[in-house]
């Protein structure tokens, strides 16, 4: 780890963003165990049970919340090919999976187009297979945005995809990385970068909403940014969660100083309706990361996030936990990790 050396700059805050109700603190001195930011945060939930925003306090600055990023794991590339007749059969089982769900047609009808079905049988293969394109139906040529693309490693595999895809991230040496591989990509919020209006087709945030300390004018922004019947598609941690009420302060899900905000399904959606979304669709998502790295946490382990060899007493525990997590998301849907979120910009009614 490459520990920051200056403490982050912060600011008290102790009302909810969203409704305005004061917030109890759940969880206190917090610190990045993560990738080495300086300081101490508590983190406090809104008092109204219908909301159930989690926020970080103190809020450390936006300008001094850059140091926290300089050792993050998106200033690396990490997609390696699958090898072996498995890994071989499951990269072609997901490609008729998305083709037969999404619309990724490959051309003319594949005789094997019935190993996108097998995949069904395998609920936590089937859901990493959906997060492989965000749930996201086929647009010919349409324009994807990545909000927080990172290294853009996503957008290589949409590109692929028929997608004209574009990407930005307010973190330079993702930026950087990103443009290496061709991409464009641009540093900055989605203001300061000043996209023409209903410029996208799509706009996807995948664990970023978390990061910005201005939630309702960000996506209020990606709507003056849809074309009309676009789809807006965010992925976050769920504060709501079993994994959370499980490993409590070692939850992966709470990451200070950079997780500003943690939603729950609740809360989500209230600030969608704030910046102006209407039809709003919001589901639950077992991700095996967020357990398994909570483990981590728990069992002491701090510098792992690099890592791609596994502990597997670990993943065994984490692997557990998922399976009794897919066994009551259909009853109590709170209990996922990660909640996902589908918005639809109205069409527009008339000349």
Not at 135 to 152: I, K, N, Y
Not at 156 to 161: D, E, P, T
Request: glycine fraction near 10%; aromatic fraction near 10%; charged fraction near 20%.
């Amino acid at each position: 780890m490459n520990p920051i050396a200056e403490p982050v700059a912060s600011a008290v805050r102790r009302a909810c963003a969203l409704c305005g109700k004061r917030g109890e603190v759940i969880h206190r001195h917090q610190r990045d165990r993560l990738f080495g930011a300086a300081g101490s945060w508590n983190f406090r939930r809104c008092a109204d049970r219908g909301c159930g925003l989690i926020w970080l306090d103190p809020l450390p600055s936006a300008e001094e919340l850059k140091a926290a990023y300089r050792s993050y794991y998106t200033h690396a590339q990490t997609h390696s090919e699958r090898r072996g007749f498995l890994g071989k059969l499951l990269t072609k089982m997901e490609q008729e999976y998305w083709s037969a769900e999404f619309g990724y047609s490959r051309g003319r009808p594949s005789p094997g187009r019935f190993l996108g079905q097998l995949l069904k049988l395998f609920p936590l293969r089937r859901r990493a297979a959906d997060g492989a394109v965000r749930h996201l139906r086929a647009v010919p040529q349409g324009c994807l945005l990545d909000v927080g693309c990172g290294s853009g490693e996503w957008l290589l595999s949409m590109r692929k995809r028929g997608w004209k895809v574009f990407g930005t991230d307010f973190d330079q040496q993702a930026v950087d990385l990103a443009a290496g591989s061709g991409l464009d990509v641009r540093c900055g919020t989605l203001a300061d970068l000043n996209f023409a209006p209903e410029s996208f087709d799509a706009i996807t945030l995948s664990h970023v909403i978390e990061h910005v300390p201005d939630p309702t004018g960000t996506l209020a922004e990606c709507g003056r940014l849809l074309k009309p019947g676009g789809q807006l598609v965010i992925y976050t941690p769920n504060g709501a969660s079993l994994s959370h009420r499980a490993f409590k302060g070692n939850w992966r899900g709470l990451e200070p100083p950079r997780h500003l905000q943690i939603f729950s399904a609740q809360s989500l959606r209230r600030v969608l309706e704030q910046a102006g979304f209407q039809k709003i669709t919001v589901r639950p998502i077992v991700a095996q990361s967020v357990v398994y790295e909570s483990v981590m946490l728990g069992w002491g382990y701090s510098d792992f996030t690099r890592s791609t060899r596994r502990k597997w007493t670990a993943a065994g525990i984490s692997r557990l936990f998922n399976l009794l997590e897919l066994c009551l998301v259909a009853w109590a849907p709170s209990v996922a990790d990660c909640i996902n979120a589908l918005a639809v910009k109205e069409a527009r009614i008339g000349p």
